[in-house]
């Protein structure tokens, strides 16, 4: 008998129906809630009543968003900046205050309860604070001015917060001037490596040796590490340690008005950090009481950090100099609530902190300082890896100094007049130390300099750590001394040659009587600039974006030399070893060599220290370029590391060479295919712009992360250098995210870059609209004449006080 099953059809159907109307019902409100944050754009036109403003303000903005801010006084200026700035950049600063202060994992929940932890344990938000009490009456006025011009912004705002906000389930806070130097605090802790290089060394050494220590991390020509280090390190569990941030790379140079086209000075800066979404650097003009300042801007901080006003220019690379030491605190083993110091044992200094974890319970942790610092090695990081049983260590760093004035200096160089005015500024500097290149327009051809600003210590010649490992911190020898007289510090002024250049090179001259670090980058950017520098007597606006966009690669020179000679080479590897025999170094997209070259100076690091690192290897994977030269020159012995602890043989550099490039040819094989002449640099190597945080999600991450081809590599002045161990080991993560060219001359046809856009909410059409211009070594202009303003205003918007309320 036939079962009648159409009932049962019925109830699918219905079921069906209601199942896709459930689901297109979802969409639809996902897709009305993604796209309602149209509606957190801010309103570029118009006028607004804001608290806080003495005099109108106007900004005019430009095709790119660009803001003029035109007002009055000072004062007023950074009001607008402090508007413009929440504008386009709200979240960036929210995320970068609440870094600084240790409050991300009440946005971001546990992921980010290891990064907070350790910001409360440095403490450099409470150094923040003490820092705003001894700068000058008119900074502190500025910084009220620009944090009530962020405020006024956060007042007048309709409509839902950028997406992130919502996401990470918080409102922006009212903005206060310690929030400021907490920002300023975080790009000297984004340029400061030494402490990690440091813990590096300390848990390397039951790895490697103190032998192999040295060998590996410059400098190489030191003296012995101290033999202190194998007492307290022997009990240091081996296994797995952390790499050294790369804090390094940023180009500058000057050349007096006898060397310009136009008499006056001209300056470039580019400077590099890793590439992100937003972009570091913001733009934009300041224009007030007969004065005006342009360049790149840090969201957060009332000033432009590089650039030029009416009669000077500056820039500025990072020195890297040693202003951190670890120290070793030996726990008196009866109480570990004490520490060993040259008069007995002492009770750690503590506070208690509180840590609100989103979709978590609250932490609560006790940071301990000890009279060199805080004690770092509390912390899940690199510092608690590197720390021996019995030992904590100890954290002592220049920007935790409680009279850090490096604000007052920032503000005072777009002030400045001349070039005395910028030394002056310079001098109260602390962090971070920067290499800074200035120029001014008096007189005939105008001036131009060097300065290193910021506080180095002095250490006792008796103080054999040399700033490269932890110090014993209970035996005074290694104390800190007074730090190097601001007077002393390396000063140039106007140099016969004309020209100035610095690319985190080795800035102070081999007689200078103190030490600023002993780990100074290769030369290979700054050969470049001064190869091209001296190439022409007379320079312009051209020459200098020539000089800044250019692709060749000296380290990939010098490299080749030796890998060709390793010969003999045989069939597909010959072929590649004579395009690369043959190429000039240039890291163009277009190009197979400089695809050849990375692949195979990648095998090649794997092949001469990947079995001496083991299963440290990835966190070390680079190009570790003096390193890797020096192995292969046997300088001091060093080809040993080129042998095969595997193996019984001893295997030499050559045939560590040749088997690096049948590494290489395999890999690039497999992936491009067989035809050698259509592999291309760009394909792998895209600049990825990675938003913070969502870019490191998955799914949401493509969505705000962006993206794009580009020429150069690590060591050439169009920086996109790759980092090997990623999971796209040929993609560029770091470089110039600013570019400028000033001429003093003629200053409205200086140049300027950022990567990405003015905006960082990704529903504005500025979120990347500079993207294509900087991978493409594009620039804009930015003119401060009124005229020329005038002629490229695209909005403009009112800044109006608001009327007193009277009771």
């Known amino acids: 008998m036939r079962t009648d099953r159409s009932p049962w059809k019925r109830w699918l159907v219905r079921l069906s129906v209601g199942f896709a109307a459930l689901v297109a019902l979802v969409l639809l409100l996902g897709l009305n809630f993604v796209s309602s944050f149209q509606r957190s754009l801010p309103v570029y036109d118009g006028t607004v009543h804001a608290a806080g403003l003495t005099q109108p303000v106007q900004i005019l903005r430009d095709r790119h968003a660009v803001p003029h801010v035109l007002a009055s006084s000072f004062e007023d200026a950074a009001f607008g900046l402090g508007y413009v700035h929440a504008q386009d950049r709200l979240w960036q600063m929210e995320l970068s205050r609440r870094f600084i ?9 546990e992921l980010a309860l290891n990064a907070d932890v350790l910001m409360r344990t440095m403490g450099l938000y409470v150094a923040a604070g003490q820092a705003l009490e001894h700068l000058s009456p008119d900074t502190r006025r500025t910084l009220d001015a620009y944090a009530a011009g962020v405020n006024a912004y956060l007042a007048a705002h309709r409509g839902p917060w950028p997406i992130e906000f919502v996401l990470a389930g918080v409102t922006p806070e009212p903005w206060t001037p310690t929030d400021s130097i907490a920002v300023l605090k975080g790009m000297a802790f984004e340029l400061s490596g030494n402490a990690f290089g440091e813990a590096a060394r300390a848990k390397l050494l039951p790895v490697l040796g103190l032998r192999g220590l040295q060998d590996f991390f410059p400098p190489f020509d030191a003296a012995p590490l101290p033999a202190y280090l ?9 296994g797995m340690a952390r790499g050294v941030p790369d804090t390094t790379a940023s180009d500058n140079w000057v050349v007096g008005g006898e060397r310009s086209a136009s008499g006056k000075p001209m300056l470039a800066n ?12 913001y733009l934009a003009h300041l224009a007030f009481a007969g004065e005006d300042i342009v360049g790149g801007t840090l969201p957060g901080v009332p000033s432009i950090v590089a650039g030029r006003n009416r009669t000077v220019a500056w820039g500025v690379t990072n020195t890297g100099p040693d202003t951190q030491d670890l120290y070793l605190e030996r726990l008196n083993p009866d109480n570990s609530r004490q520490y060993q110091t040259p ?45 021996p049983e019995g030992y904590e260590l100890a954290l002592a760093w220049t920007a935790l100094d409680p009279d850090d004035t490096s604000m007052e200096a920032l503000l005072g160089l777009g002030r400045a007049k001349n070039a005395e005015d910028i030394r002056a500024a310079g001098r109260l500097f602390v962090a971070p130390m920067q290499n800074m290149v200035y120029a001014d327009a008096d007189g005939a051809s105008g001036h131009i300099g060097l300065m290193l600003p910021g506080r180095v210590p002095q250490r006792a010649d008796s103080n054999d750590s040399l700033g490269l490992v932890p110090a014993p911190g209970w035996d005074g020898r290694y104390d800190w001394r007074d730090p190097i007289p601001a007077d002393a510090m390396v000063s140039i002024i106007d140099p016969p040659s004309g020209q100035i250049a610095t690319a985190n090179n080795k800035t102070a001259p081999d007689d200078y009587p103190y030490v600023l670090t002993r780990e100074w980058e290769s030369n290979y950017r700054y050969d470049r600039i001064e190869q091209l520098l001296a190439a022409s007597s007379q320079h312009s606006v051209e020459s200098f974006k020539a000089i800044q966009t250019d692709p060749v690669d000296l380290y990939a ?3 080749k030399a030796r890998l060709v000679a390793a010969g003999p080479f045989e069939g597909r590897a010959a072929d590649a070893v004579r395009l690369i025999g043959d190429w000039n170094g240039a890291m163009l997209r277009d190009r197979p060599e400089p695809l050849i070259f990375s692949a195979w100076a990648r095998a090649l690091a794997r092949r001469i220290y990947g079995d001496e690192l083991g299963a440290n290897f990835e966190n070390y994977w680079g190009y570790r370029e003096q390193f890797t030269l020096r192995v292969l020159d046997n300088t001091d012995a ?18 560590r060479i040749r088997l690096a490039l049948d590494d290489a040819m395999t890999e690039l094989s497999e992936t491009y295919g067989q035809d050698m002449s259509a592999w291309r640099w760009g394909d792998p190597h895209m600049a990825i712009h990675v938003h913070r945080p969502l870019g490191n999600f998955p799914v949401v991450g493509s969505i705000f992360n962006r993206e794009v081809q580009m020429d150069g590599g690590a060591f050439t ?13 040929y993609a560029a993560v770091h470089g110039a995210g600013y570019r400028a060219i000033y001429d003093l001359g003629v200053p409205d046809e200086s140049l300027y870059m ?16 500079l993207l294509g211009l900087w991978a493409a070594a594009q620039y804009i202009t930015i003119p401060t004449t009124p005229g020329a303003v005038s002629a490229t205003v695209a909005h403009a918007l009112w800044l109006e006080p608001a009327a007193v309320q009277t009771p």
């Open 270 to 281: 580019d400077p590099h950090l890793g590439f992100t979404i937003p972009s570091f650097w």
């Open 101 to 109: 202060e240790g409050r991300l994992a009440e946005m971001l929940g």
């Open 230 to 238: 194998n007492d307290a390190f022997a009990t240091t569990r081996t």
């Open 343 to 387: 008069l007995g044992f002492a009770a750690f200094e503590t506070r208690a902190e509180s840590i609100r974890v989103r979709f978590g319970n609250e932490r609560r942790i006790v940071v301990r300082k000890s009279r060199h610092g805080p004690i770092v090695s509390d912390t899940q990081s690199s510092f608690a890896d590197a720390k």
């Open 557 to 559: 020179l010098d490299l």
């Open 638 to 655: 060093s080809g040993r590391w080129c042998d095969d602890r595997g193996t019984t043989e001893i295997e030499d550099c050559p045939s």
């Open 754 to 769: 950022i990567s990405m856009g003015q905006s960082g909410n990704i529903y504005s059409p500025h979120y990347d609209d």
């Open 717 to 729: 002045l169009l920086r996109a250098s790759n980092a090997m161990g990623g999971l796209r080991p």
